[in-house]
Structures are given as C-alpha cells and as structure tokens.
C-alpha cells in the first residue's frame, strides 16, 4: 500500500519560514496529485496546497502568496515551502496522494501520513 511520511514541521515565530516534506513509500505512481491539508484543534481538516502530476498547482485563499507546494516525482517527494508564517497557520499538516478509487476491490484511493505539527508563535 501507499504510506506517506511527513517531515519539517516545528515551532516558528510569525513572520518566519518552514518547509514540510512528504516521503512516500510503498506503490507510488508519479501520474497522481499530490496535496498538503491541515486540521487546527476543533477544525475541519481543510486543503492548503494541491499540485498535478504536470505541476499545477492550487492554494487555499489564506495562504495564496506565502506558501508554494512543489514535488520530486523521480524519488516520490512533496514539499511546503511555507513563508511569512502567521499564528493561524498553527495546524498539524498532513500530506495526501489521491490515486485510483476501486470501490469494487475497497479502495479508496486517497492516502494520508501522519501529519507533522506547525506552531507559529512568539
């Protein structure tokens, strides 16, 4: 199966930088998109970044400008580049693959990590 694992995350203090990577491991096929989601205490989980396999990319309005997802897919690699942090940036970010869904053969196709802490505080 896909495991995700990510990485980078830590305490910053607002108006600071962090960039987050995601390992994959297991089957893993470049041709899938790719995201960054975060889940602040008592939050949805809520999309931050998305990227393609052809490297288009989507943000989230409230980091649009600040924060740039990009992807390795020769060593299934996706990174946050996460700048001018701001407290309400403090969430536990989880990397995510979309791949195919089989329901027929109970497949979901959407693959998460474990989710690595950002706290953005002075």
């Known amino acids: 199966q896909v495991q995700l694992v990510e990485s980078g995350g830590g305490l910053v203090q607002p108006g600071g930088s962090l960039r987050l990577s995601c390992a994959a491991s297991?089957?893993?096929?470049?041709?899938?998109?790719m995201g960054w989601y975060r889940q602040a205490p008592g939050q949805q989980r809520d999309l931050v970044a998305r990227?393609?396999?052809?490297?288009?990319?989507d943000y989230a309005s409230s980091v649009k400008g600040r924060f740039t997802i990009s992807r390795d897919n020769g060593e299934n690699m996706v990174y946050l580049q996460m700048n001018s942090l701001k407290p309400e940036d403090t969430a536990v970010y989880y990397c995510?693959?979309?791949?195919?869904?089989?329901?027929?053969?109970?497949?979901?196709?959407?693959?998460w990590g474990q989710g690595t802490q950002v706290t953005v505080s002075s």
């Open positions: 995510n693959v979309k791949g195919p869904r089989i329901p027929a053969l109970g497949i979901d196709g959407d693959y």
């Open positions: 990227i393609t396999s052809g490297g288009s990319t």
């Open positions: 297991g089957t893993f096929f470049s041709i899938y998109a």
